[in-house]
């Protein structure tokens, strides 16, 4: 009878919830605010001409950039992808040569910068003065080899080496009874691969595949060293007559930041579309 007493007096009495401090959150996030706004001084304090990047946004040399950008962006990316799918049906191939030039292949455009690789090609002409097929053609190797054609195979073969390994992992994430279970019912193998495999692989091949095409996107700016007119080219040929260096450099940055969110927001749409249902 007591007990019970206790328990409903314990029960009447009124709890009081002391909640959880943290006062190192709100610490560090003083210390952040405190960074952001240090830097907004110093921006705004800065000898750069703010009024003057707008116009730079849109001045003709840098949206002529902004288009050889993109143009360049998507070929290489999208040859990189159909010679990744190529070169890793040929890494999964049963024909131990095929196998193992796709080995060889992705070990070698793996293996070296993609600046190395866009100087090579485009000084191509110091080993081959002519591309030619015997009874067929001859050109120079300087009329083909132009600024674009060696930056676009420089980032191309370089990323499609990438790729081969990317759409690899995917292809082998589908479990073999799948395949198996269309043989049976006599589907061929091109049709198993695009009906079957293909679909259930895009959810690993997706996500990877869109950070390297924003890689790519960026990565664009190494063909400034051939002297082809991308963004980081461009803004560079708008300062070398204002010398507004910061300037043209922030309007470039900008067009940058549009490109890799509007690259993100497809990503995420793809990704919905192949993820589960």
Do not use: C
């Not at 019912?185 to 959810?203: E, F, H, K, S």
């Amino acid at each position: 009878m007591a007990s019970d007493l206790q328990t409903s007096e314990l029960q009447q009495r009124e709890l009081t919830v002391v909640p959880l401090r943290h006062p190192w959150r709100w610490f560090s996030g003083a210390v952040i605010l405190l960074v952001i706004a240090g830097l907004g001084w110093a921006m705004a304090e800065a000898q750069i001409q703010w009024e003057d990047v707008p116009g730079f946004f849109t001045h003709p040399v840098m949206l002529e950039g902004l288009l050889n950008t993109i143009v360049l962006a998507l070929a290489a990316q999208g040859g990189a992808i159909v010679l990744g799918v190529i070169v890793a049906l040929m890494r999964l191939s049963a024909n131990p040569v095929a196998r193992w030039f796709a080995v060889g292949y992705i070990w070698l455009f793996r293996g070296l910068p993609v600046l190395l690789q866009i100087l090579i090609w485009f000084n191509l002409a110091l080993v081959f003065q002519n591309i030619s097929i015997p009874m067929v053609f001859s050109v120079p190797t300087n009329v083909v080899m132009t600024a674009f054609v060696a930056a676009l195979l420089g980032l191309g073969l370089n990323e499609s080496a990438y790729m081969a390994e990317i759409v690899r992992a995917g292809l082998s994430s589908v479990d073999e009874g799948q395949t198996e279970a269309a043989k049976s019912i006599g589907m061929t193998p091109l049709t198993t691969l695009r009906r079957v495999v293909l679909p259930q692989a895009m959810r690993v091949i997706i996500p990877p595949t869109g950070n390297n095409f924003i890689n790519m996107i960026k990565g664009t700016s190494m063909a400034s060293v051939i002297a082809f007119l991308e963004l980081i080219h461009a803004a560079n040929n708008i300062s070398s007559r204002n010398l507004e260096i910061m300037e043209t450099l922030f309007a470039a940055a900008a067009w940058y930041l549009v490109m890799v969110s509007v690259a993100s927001i497809g990503q995420h749409y793809l990704e919905r579309a192949y993820g589960p249902r």
